[in-house]
């Protein structure tokens, strides 16, 4: 893996509805929910991705891969491999896979935390995704599993 300590980094979390994006740096070791882009019957919305990326200009791309719990692929691995593909060679940057499972779920429930402790407006599916792909980040940047199969 390439040294990417001062580096920004984009995470992605695949839905085939939205993709949640988050960025941070290996540098602080810090990461925070940015937006969703759409994905749906039409395709990824290519242009608001090359938005972001544009924007942020990151080192490499992070991107969660949905595993089971025991580590076996899950319905939607061989889906994200291909994005995972076509991200590398859209934008020529180099895609980390990371474990995502229970990304969602953790993201889902921190939200919950936050709004009882006096966040009065409802949860979003967009903000559960963001902060899932905030999670995914999070992992690679501590040094979780990389690249699973």
Partial sequence: MPDTSAHTLLALDYGQKRIGIAVGTALTGTSHPVVTVRNGPGGVDWDHLSELIRTWEPEALVLGLPLHEDGSAHA???EVHRFGRQLEGRFRLIVHMVN???TSWDARRELVEQRRRGRKRRIRREQIDAGAAQR????FLEGATHDPA
């Avoid at 995914?136 to 992992?139: F, H, V």
């Fill in 136 to 139: 995914i980040l999070q992992d």
């Fill in 100 to 102: 995502e499972h229970l």
């Fill in 76 to 78: 939607l691995s061989e």
